[in-house]
């Protein structure tokens, strides 16, 4: 099989688990609201040691430290080969110029490989820490 064709079964693997995820989560029954607030608590920015974090777990052939990372559901298997695949993506970096907050717990940012853009990264907000939740070539 290609790593093109391993890297996009792995973005279909984790999107649809994070869809699933997301779904979930989202269509729990409404909690009693909290007292309102002077003002929301912004969601963090992707600094540049956030984002070499990202680079840094993502590509390093560790299922555990790329669970850190990715948006997957704690029972969710990663595949060895998935794993082994990611860290061939080295060199990688984000943009965080790039970074764009949806406001809504969503964000995207541009992936560079060799210092030329390959892909479209979205992340979704987990805890206080933007993980990968699917990829788009550009």
Same mark, same amino acid.
């Given at each position: 099989? #290609? $790593? $093109?064709?391993?890297?996009? *079964? +792995?973005? +279909? +693997? %984790? /999107?649809? !688990?994070? !869809? *699933?995820?997301l779904y979930f %989560? $989202? #269509? !729990?029954?409404?909690q009693a609201s909290p007292p309102p607030t002077s #003002?929301?608590? !912004?969601a963090p920015t992707l600094s540049e040691q956030q984002a070499a974090f990202l680079t840094t777990e993502l590509t390093s052939g560790d299922e555990k430290r &790329? $669970?850190? %990372? =990715?948006?997957v559901a704690d029972g969710q298997q990663i595949e060895s080969a998935a794993v082994a695949q990611f860290a061939t993506l080295a060199p990688l970096t984000f943009d965080v110029s790039s970074f764009q907050d949806n /406001?809504? /717990?969503?964000?995207? =940012?541009?992936? *560079?490989r060799g210092g030329s853009p390959m892909w479209t =990264?979205? &992340? %979704? &907000? +987990?805890?206080e820490a933007w993980k990968i939740s699917s990829t788009e070539a550009l």
């Open positions: 099989m #290609s $790593r $093109r064709a391993w890297i996009a *079964l +792995v973005v +279909v +693997v %984790v /999107g649809a !688990a994070t !869809a *699933l995820t %989560v $989202r #269509s !729990a029954p409404p #003002s929301a608590p !912004a &790329l $669970r850190a %990372v =990715v948006a /406001g809504d /717990g969503t964000a995207k =940012v541009t992936a *560079l =990264v979205y &992340l %979704v &907000l +987990v805890g």
